[in-house]
């Protein structure tokens, strides 16, 4: 069974930092894409970061300069380093999972994990 483990969250202050990590189990081959969304109370869920197994990133605009997101593709596992964190900040986090490669080939599988609560408070 695949499963996506996420830990680092918390309360932090404003202008503290958090590093958020998150590792696949249960899969054998290289996920393509990993990465992180959130989702406030009240709002969407909305991509933070993602990062790809050719290094490509993409950085949503309202944490670009803030947020680094880093990737031990061997392992099927992503990072993401947030620093500078702001109150908006404030959001349960979710780790993705999107594609996986079969040899040359890429397969069509999504995944997530549960969510992990990050609070940006004083």
């Known amino acids: 069974q695949v499963q996506l483990v996420e830990s680092g969250g918390g309360l932090v202050q404003p202008g503290g930092s958090l590093r958020l990590s998150c590792a696949a189990s249960g899969i054998i081959f290289s996920i393509h894409v990993m990465g992180w969304y959130r989702q406030a109370p009240g709002k969407q869920r909305e991509l933070v970061a993602t990062?790809?197994?050719?290094?490509?990133?993409t950085y949503a605009d309202s944490v670009k300069g803030r947020f680094s997101i880093s990737r031990d593709g061997a392992k099927n596992m992503v990072n993401l380093q947030m620093n500078s964190l702001k109150p908006e900040d404030t959001a349960v986090y979710y780790c993705?999972?999107?594609?996986?490669?079969?040899?040359?080939?890429?397969?069509?599988?999504?995944?997530w994990g549960q969510g992990t609560q990050v609070t940006v408070s004083s």
């Open positions: 993705h999972a999107d594609r996986l490669w079969v040899g040359s080939q890429l397969l069509s599988r999504e995944y």
């Open positions: 990062a790809t197994t050719d290094g490509i990133t």
